[in-house]
């Protein structure tokens, strides 16, 4: 037996076929290009909170001994909290401070949540279309009892069609959908972890800001 006689063009454009009309047709198609691109995150670490959480402390010694206008001069790579100390320099409120960085961690999560439900959805549908294909093959079979050739064919159609279905579905798909799920729920948990020192930094600044001179804020 050869890998090729695992090959069928007919079983694997019906499966392939059909899971990618349901994934297109299920799907946004901006979730759709926001599950292809997540692909290239499935081999990057795990997110990780205590280098940005060491970065707020940093930020913090600096406000402390330069004044809070310091911070504008600090170069911060995360976007969320890059968003949120600039909004500290520029003295938004504290509770609104923290209520962008939470919705900032909650459309991530939204993203991240629909990358992974396309992947589920794939997996559903992909044994579905294999059924789809075994039906197409057993009827084909059926209508051509006269043709030995013709039979064995389709009888190749239906049974991979189904062993497609199951494979693109548990060794692809499903997979997939799984580790983009894990990595979501360590990245909201991370960025979770950053809310209350944030959030410290700028009740502290609060007070310090309404204290100065209207000539020094300016400055």
């Known amino acids: 037996m050869t890998p ?18 349901a994934a297109v047709l299920r799907t946004p198609l901006r979730d759709l290009a926001r599950a292809v691109a997540a692909l290239a995150t499935l081999w990057r670490r795990r997110f990780d909170a205590e280098p940005l959480l060491l970065q707020v402390a940093a930020q ?3 406000a402390q001994k330069l004044g809070v206008v310091a911070l504008d001069r ?3 790579a995360d976007p969320d909290l890059a968003a949120a100390m600039a909004a ?22 939204a993203r991240h949540r629909a990358a992974a439900d396309c992947w589920a959805g794939i997996a ?6 294999g059924m789809i294909g075994t039906l197409v ?3 084909a079979m059926f209508a051509r009892m006269t043709d030995a ?10 049974l991979l069609a189904t062993l497609y279905g199951a494979l693109v579905a548990n060794l692809v798909a499903l997979p997939i959908a799984t580790r983009l799920r894990n990595a979501a729920r360590a990245e909201a948990e991370g960025r979770a972890r950053l809310a209350a020192p944030v959030l410290a930094l700028a009740l502290r600044e609060a007070p310090a800001r309404a204290r100065m001179p209207a000539a020094s804020i300016a400055a």
């Open 74 to 76: 600090s170069i911060v």
């Open 60 to 62: 913090a010694r600096i």
């Open 149 to 158: 050739k013709a039979i064995g064919a389709a009888m190749a159609v239906a």
């Open 4 to 21: 090729g006689t695992f090959l069928d063009p007919a079983a694997l454009a019906i499966v392939l076929g059909g899971t990618a009309a």
């Open 124 to 129: 559903d549908a992909a044994p579905a279309m």
């Open 88 to 109: 500290i320099v520029d003295g938004d409120p504290p509770a609104d401070i923290a209520a962008a960085l939470e919705l900032r961690r909650q459309e991530r999560i």
């Open 137 to 139: 093959g057993l009827v």
